[in-house]
């Protein structure tokens, strides 16, 4: 929004005072419609598999808990770490809600943006990782042949006799000679 350019005559003076006059109301309104969509952000997460779902507002506030039957046979312990590590999941996804209404209703105001989406990350950082629950960075591996500090594989090496080689010999032929198969 650019400053009316004041000084001119009384009519041009007039018209920059309007134009300027419409742009804050614009702008306010923009800020109303932002401020009431944020206000109905709600994230629903659910835990693997599925036995706690959990609802939380644009605030954080737990709005809605499902804890389906199955969960009774969890330790208590392991329940209510399922039900927040559930919650803290949806309040982290809560950040992206709002960044999109933000970008959709005040885009082009990026400081006040930055401003909000900035406060909710802060607010609701990303969980750490439920280990019960594989990631797309999870990765299981099997290792063969060196060991990680540098060693040699654990299979020794293949002896070798003195005898002179041959084009057909195979250094890690078993049989110790020459194909049969020629």
Do not use: C, K
């Amino acid at each position: 929004m650019s400053q009316p350019a004041f000084g001119g005559d009384g009519f041009q003076t007039e018209q920059e005072l309007r134009r300027w006059s419409a742009d804050v109301a614009a702008r306010a309104e923009r800020y109303q419609v932002m401020q009431a969509e944020v206000a109905r952000v709600s994230v629903t997460e659910t835990s693997r598999e599925d036995l706690v779902s959990v609802t939380v507002d644009a605030t954080g506030a737990v709005t809605d808990l499902v804890i389906n039957d199955r969960a009774g046979e969890l330790p208590g312990a392991e329940l209510s770490a399922l039900v927040l590590t559930t919650m803290r999941t949806a309040q982290s996804r809560i950040t992206e809600r709002v960044a999109e209404v933000m970008e959709r209703t005040v885009g082009d105001d990026p400081q006040t943006v930055a401003a909000v989406v900035g406060s909710y990350r802060e607010r609701f950082p990303e969980p750490e990782p439920d280990p019960g629950r594989p990631t797309a960075s999870t990765v299981d591996e099997m290792r063969l042949g060196r060991v990680d500090d540098g060693e040699e594989a654990l299979r020794p090496p293949p002896t070798r006799t003195n005898r002179p080689s041959r084009p057909d010999d195979d250094p890690d032929d078993d049989w110790g000679g020459s194909s049969i198969l020629r």
